[in-house]
């Protein structure tokens, strides 16, 4: 399931992802975060994912192809989640996600008034 969170305003969007995502619900999820890049040319985006979210190979392959394709319109990209999977991903692609100028960050479900903080800053 993915659902956007109540706090997303103009370019600063976030979202929910748990479960097991489908084709058709990442293609809802980037159709609408394409709209707000439409209205305001680059965005602050955080993802909290949580209850072991999953991708099927299709929604991934559809995920990564956005991504790449569309880099240059993200801002700031905030992690939410308990995994430390996640955290340690997120300190891996900081590197990389400042060369082509995106900030990404980590944070505890605990501290998702920060995370809003951080990517409207």
């Known amino acids: 399931m993915i659902e956007r969170l109540k706090e ?15 084709l058709g619900m990442e293609k809802e ?6 709209k707000v890049i439409e209205e305001h040319g680059k965005i602050s985006i955080i ?7 999953s991708w099927g190979l299709k929604a ?7 991504v790449m394709t569309h880099i240059k319109q993200i801002n ?6 308990d995994s430390n999977f996640w ?3 997120v300190a891996l692609d900081r590197p990389f996600g400042k060369l082509v100028g995106v900030g990404e960050e980590y944070f505890k ?4 008034d920060a995370a809003w903080k951080w990517i409207k800053s």
């Open 47 to 53: 993802v909290h994912l949580d209850d072991h979210p």
């Open 87 to 89: 955290k340690w991903y």
């Open 8 to 22: 997303s305003a103009g370019s600063f969007i976030g979202f929910r992802v748990s479960g097991k995502i489908s």
């Open 60 to 66: 991934g392959i559809e995920d990564l192809k956005w």
């Open 109 to 112: 479900p605990e501290d998702m």
């Open 76 to 81: 700031k990209l905030a992690i939410v989640s």
């Open 29 to 34: 999820w980037l159709a609408h975060i394409n």
